[in-house]
């Protein structure tokens, strides 16, 4: 059974730092997409960040280019988010998703509807 699970959440001040790890397991985690996404309370879940592990470029949302970065270690099926200069407006549960396909991934790299596994989440709470 697929499985994703995140931590490394927590809370910090603006202008931080924090690292968010993805573990995975009980699928082919060597060729499939892995994003990250977040929902505020009372909005949306976005997709802020994804890559296919298979190799390809990181794709990134406006909000988070530059700030964040997602990387991949494929002895450990782990995925991270190393998130820096945080802010205020960052502050929201934060997920990680698989998914099967290369074309989904490299289309539609942070749309819901590329993952089919989700974690839990893990939250990211910002003050000022």
């Known amino acids: 059974q697929a499985q994703v699970q995140e931590s490394g959440g927590g809370s910090v001040q603006a202008g931080g730092s924090l690292r968010l790890s993805c573990a995975a397991s009980?699928?082919?985690?060597?060729?499939?997409?892995m994003g990250w996404f977040r929902q505020a309370s009372g909005k949306e879940r976005e997709g802020i960040a994804a890559?296919?592990?298979?190799?390809?470029?990181?794709e990134y949302a406006d909000s988070v280019k530059g700030r964040f970065s997602i990387s991949q270690d494929n002895a450990k099926n782990t995925v991270y988010l190393q998130m820096i200069s945080l802010k205020p407006e960052d502050t929201a549960m934060y997920y990680c998703?698989?998914?099967?396909?290369?074309?989904?991934?490299?289309?539609?790299?942070?749309?819901?509807?590329?993952?089919?596994?989700w974690g839990q989440g893990t939250q990211v709470t910002v003050s000022v």
């Open positions: 009980g699928y082919a985690y060597s060729s499939h997409c």
């Open positions: 890559i296919y592990t298979a190799g390809g470029r990181a």
């Open positions: 998703a698989a998914g099967p396909g290369e074309y989904g991934c490299r289309s539609f790299p942070l749309r819901k509807e590329t993952y089919i596994t």
